[in-house]
Structures are given as C-alpha cells and as structure tokens.
Nanobody, 120 residues
Framework: QVQLVESGGGLVQVGGSLRLSCAAS????????MGWFRQAPGKEREFVAA????????VYVESVKGRFTISRDNAKNTVYLQMDSLKPEDTAVYYC?????????????WGQGTQVTVSS
C-alpha cells in the first residue's frame, strides 16, 4: 500500500525558513521521481519542485527558484523541501507525491499535506 506522510509545516514570519519532510512507503522509492505541490485557499493545486530518480535533475516553479531546495534520501525513503526567504504568497497546504510524469510534472498517490502559513 502506497503511503506518503508529510511533516514540518507550521507558522513562520516573512523571511523565515521551514524544512518539510515526506516519508514514503509502498513503492521502490529510489526508482521514482518525487515532487512537491501546494494548494492555497481558493486556488488549484500547483507544482512546486521535483527531483528525478537519477539523483541529479531537479526542477522548480519560477516563483520559488533560489529560495526552495528539494532533496531526497533514498536510504530513508524521504524527500525534503527546504524553504527559505518565505513570503506570504507561499502560504498553502504542501503535498508530496510520486510523479507519473516528469514533464509536465504529474503527481499521484498524494499524502495528507502539511500546512505552511507565512505571516507578515
């Protein structure tokens, strides 16, 4: 059974940092592209970042480039999202997912999400 469990969200002030984690199980983690998505209130879910299973390629939505860093630890079946210089517009529920497509990034088997709130 595929399971994804996100953690690390919370309330942070503008300019602060958070590190999200996503523990995965039920699939051979090292052979899957992994991604982070987010959904703000009243908006559709959007792609944030992805890490290719080859361990080298990453891709980010333009709005987070230079501020967010995705990483993965295959030994721990975990993908991370380091978020720095946070802005109010980063407020959203963040989800990780196994990707069924690299480009465009399409997620499946979603976790329950973790809330990130950036206060000004």
């Amino acid at each position: 059974q595929v399971q994804l469990v996100e953690s690390g969200g919370g309330l942070v002030q503008v300019g602060g940092s958070l590190r999200l984690s996503c523990a995965a199980s039920g699939r051979t983690f090292s052979r899957y592209n992994m991604g982070w998505f987010r959904q703000a209130p009243g908006k559709e879910r959007e792609f944030v970042a992805a890490f290719h299973w080859n361990g080298q390629n990453t891709v980010y939505v333009e709005s987070v480039k230079g501020r967010f860093t995705i990483s993965r630890d295959n030994a721990k079946n975990t993908v991370y999202l380091q978020m720095d210089s946070l802005k109010p517009e980063d407020t959203a529920v963040y989800y990780c997912a196994f990707l069924s497509s690299w480009y465009p990034p399409v997620g499946n088997s979603w976790g329950q999400g973790t809330q990130v709130t950036v206060s000004s």
